[in-house]
């Protein structure tokens, strides 16, 4: 926790210790009033921006009670799922006001406590890995890939595929391939759901088969694009 521009900026070099040892961190810090924020006033600093790197996860700030509820969720839950630094940033007369929940209404988001911190099982090695990658920098930084390849992924596994061997066996393929058979079994049984005025799912589910494997569709942005607002 620190205050605004000295306190804030007093933070970073222990932030990016826990960000390199991979440290999970959530830094509180106040702003000036948000009346002042713009206007060059005393000891204002763009904490946004001087966070942006090193809580680059997520850096919130919050002008409305109603948004700490979600904003403080969303920080610890990154910073425990990702191990990552995360920010929030609360304006100084905000933190004088009394707290408020989210509206039941268009333009309030919710959100829930907890977190449950992940079993893993897949060991180092047990699973076999190769990665290709445009970026190097994102080369092997999940996963203990073995053979890590820098390059576009169509031009690399053209020259992969003749060096590897076809396996006959094809139970595991098969099991996949029929969970998709599933999958888009289910799709359709959504898209032929009674709507009105219609079912937007209903309409690409009809287009889909006129049209060019090839073809790539796009929409307008905004609610046109929402199916609860079609």
Known sequence: MATSR???AHLMAGLYDARLDHMPVLAI?????RSAVGAH???EVDLKTLFKDVAGAFTGYAAVPAQVRHLTDRAVRIALGERRVTALIFPNDLQEMPMEQPERKHGFVFSGV???QPRV???EGQARGVQVDLDPGMLSIRFPSEVNLTGDVAAT???LLPMLEQKSDTRWRD????WMDDWWETLHDRAMVGANPVNPQRVFTELSPKLPGNVILTSDSGSSISGWSV
Do not use: E, N, T
């Not at 099991?175 to 029929?178: S, T």
């Open 29 to 33: 810090v106040g702003q000036q009033a």
């Open 175 to 178: 099991k996949i391939a029929g």
């Open 157 to 159: 596994l053209d020259a």
């Open 6 to 8: 000295p306190g804030a």
């Open 114 to 116: 907890g977190w449950s």
């Open 41 to 43: 006033y005393r000891q």
């Open 121 to 123: 099982v897949p060991k």
